[in-house]
């Protein structure tokens, strides 16, 4: 009862971790697109947008350090993300713009409402990222296995094939709980979702 229990625990606790993981990795997707679709917006408007897209170049380029530091050594120590890569210079900026045309009143609403949608996603992030596994999960967790294993170790012949079956079984059910504590955290650690997708966004700005 005790190994089907702490099986099924470990089980939902790893598909858990993966679907949280799989959704901070699918909003960092839509937020890189989101930056390219509001620089190109910005590009439509004209030469006049020059420092809004500057701005929003440099606050995509410091949410890259801010979460993906091992990729800029020489930016180690940077401010955590909630103060890294804000958008409301760029917001700032934008409000800068008088529009002449019909065209670029329309432009403009259609950059503040991606922006827009760009800090709720930026919160949303940093939010989801923050999510922590309860203390008493981990406490009853490990008594269910300890008593396992020490039941098994009790019970159990003393030989080389014995010791190694139970130690590639510990080490077995220490990465499910590694993988799993890893994935809980999305933004930092071993395991964190790609910045393929900022560097994309990254790259396409200022080609205009």
Request: aromatic residues 6%.
């Amino acid at each position: 009862m005790i190994a089907t229990l702490s099986a099924l625990v470990l089980g939902l606790l790893v598909a858990s971790a993966k679907g949280s993981f799989d959704t901070i990795e699918n909003a960092n997707t839509v937020t890189g697109a989101n930056f390219i679709l509001l620089d190109r917006v910005l590009t439509q408007y004209g030469p006049e947008s020059k420092p809004v897209r500057d701005e929003l170049q440099h606050a995509v380029d410091n949410e890259i350090s801010s979460i993906w530091p091992e990729e800029h050594p020489t930016l180690y120590g940077q401010p955590p993300l909630e103060k890294a890569g804000d958008l409301e210079p760029v917001l700032q900026k934008l409000n800068d713009l008088h529009p002449a045309t019909d065209d670029q009143h329309e432009l403009i609403q259609q950059a503040r409402q991606i922006l827009g949608s760009l800090t709720q996603a930026r919160w949303l992030l940093i939010e989801e990222s923050e999510t922590e596994v309860p203390t008493p999960l981990y406490v009853v967790l490990l008594s269910w296995l300890t008593l396992l294993f020490v039941g098994f170790g009790l019970f159990a012949p003393r030989n080389a094939t014995v010791l190694a079956s139970l130690v590639l079984c510990a080490f077995s059910v220490a990465t499910a709980i590694f993988l799993f504590d890893e994935m809980t955290s999305p933004l930092d650690g071993i395991i964190k979702v790609s910045s393929g997708p900022m560097q994309k966004a990254l790259d396409h700005m200022g080609r205009q």
